[in-house]
């Protein structure tokens, strides 16, 4: 049977992802306004404010995902490896927003965008360990990272 959700859990779980990649989003603001009006962009980019809606819809999913991890009956050990994974992996994104946008370290950025996939497909492993609903949650994550090292590479060869 299904456990009851928690709604206040969710909500803070939701809250604190979106804090944290809202401030990351904030610190790259201008710059991402300056490259996205500046540079030229591959094909099939989307417009600025879209990718900023997607990546708030994403760090809400990314917080169900957390609240549904947190709240299993799994071992804490492993929660905790899926949580470090996961914190670990919110990390390598704020960075990579700093390197891309405000320093514009295009190739640099290219490659921790790779490891940052790599550490997204580490903590989805961990979550599926623990819950597959979260970690089905994640790869939509993952895909919008892939795309994201789309965009990087496409800018890093057409400026």
Request: charged share 10%; glycine share 6%.
């Amino acid at each position: 049977m299904f456990k009851a959700i928690n709604l206040k859990k969710m909500f803070i779980s939701v809250l604190t992802v979106n804090l944290i990649g809202g401030i990351s989003l904030a610190v790259a603001g201008s710059s991402m306004v300056r490259l996205f009006t500046e540079a030229i962009m591959p094909d099939l980019t989307l417009p600025l404010a879209l990718l900023i809606i997607m990546w708030f819809v994403l760090f809400s999913i990314m917080g169900i995902s957390l609240y549904f991890t947190q709240g299993s009956s799994a071992d804490k050990n492993m929660k905790k490896g899926a949580f470090n994974r996961f914190w670990l992996q919110m990390l390598f994104c704020i960075v990579w927003k700093i390197l891309f946008f405000n320093v514009q370290a295009f190739g640099f950025s290219a490659i921790w965008m790779l490891l940052t996939i790599v550490i997204i497909g580490i903590a989805i492993k961990k979550f599926a360990s623990i819950s597959k609903g979260a970690a089905y949650l994640l790869i939509l994550h993952l895909l919008f990272y892939i795309y994201l090292l789309y965009l990087n590479y496409g800018i890093m060869m057409l400026n």
